[in-house]
């Protein structure tokens, strides 16, 4: 069965905080992606990568970073967690010229 | 930026009844694909239409492209409480470099 694995489905930090938010993937897929989303905006997207140390600004990039070191691996770093980044994370991944998504089961990240 | 907009963002029906939920958008996309989140998981693909006017089925849900590929329907017979869920219409961006456009969601509940 393929996966899509986040690392945690919850996850409480404190303000100022540097959070690690860990995706991993066993389908080979070429395309990975970080969502957030939150009540009635949909999922908006952080920022997504095409290759292994690739990456690509998304829609709302501000406060965040990510690392594709592996092509099954895609992590999204909050450089300085803020109470405003509470949310649900949703990573994906799809195949090379495909849009079809694959996501994980979403990390509740708390900013206390 | 190419926005979907979904409606209704909130319905609660009966077991057995019929509904329709839109996504709309006044840009024109190569493809629309819809998804399900249950509580506490991240989206499953239902379904992708690629042609203007495409009909797909998939059990009591019918999808439909637009002529113009600038919106979409999603209509459930006979729903059942199986059906609640959080439904996503998802657009790809004639230029979209694979990434998807996303509706802000309807939230739909079916009550025995």
């Known amino acids: 069965d393929v996966k899509v694995t986040q690392s945690s489905r919850y996850l409480v930090k404190r303000t100022g905080e540097k959070v690690f938010l860990e995706c991993v993937q066993d389908?080979?897929?070429?395309?990975m992606f970080w969502y957030r989303q939150d009540p009635g905006l949909g999922l908006r997207l952080i920022y997504f990568s095409y290759d292994v140390k690739m990456k690509e600004k998304g829609d709302i990039p501000e406060g965040y970073s990510v690392s594709r070191e592996k092509k099954e691996r895609f992590s999204l770093i909050l450089e300085s967690a803020s109470t405003n980044q509470t949310s649900m994370y949703l990573c994906a991944s799809s195949s090379m010229g495909r849009t079809e998504a694959f996501f994980g089961q979403g990390t509740r990240l708390t900013v206390v | 930026t190419q926005l979907l907009e979904q409606s209704p963002q909130f319905l609660s029906i009966q077991e057995g009844e019929n509904l329709t939920v839109y996504c709309n958008s006044s840009?024109?996309?190569?493809?629309l694909q819809w998804y399900r989140q249950e509580p506490g998981e991240g989206p499953v693909l239902l379904v992708t239409v690629v042609t203007g006017g495409e009909v797909k089925k998939l059990k009591r849900l019918t999808f439909q492209f637009g002529d113009a590929r600038k919106d979409s329907s999603l209509h459930i017979t006979a729903a059942q409480p199986g059906d609640t869920g959080l439904y996503l219409c998802?657009?790809?961006?004639?230029?979209?470099?694979?990434?998807?456009?996303f509706g802000q969601g309807t939230r739909l509940t079916i009550n025995p």
């Open positions: 998802a657009g790809e961006p004639i230029q979209g470099a694979q990434k998807l456009v």
């Open positions: 840009s024109v996309f190569s493809s």
């Open positions: 389908m080979d897929h070429e395309n």
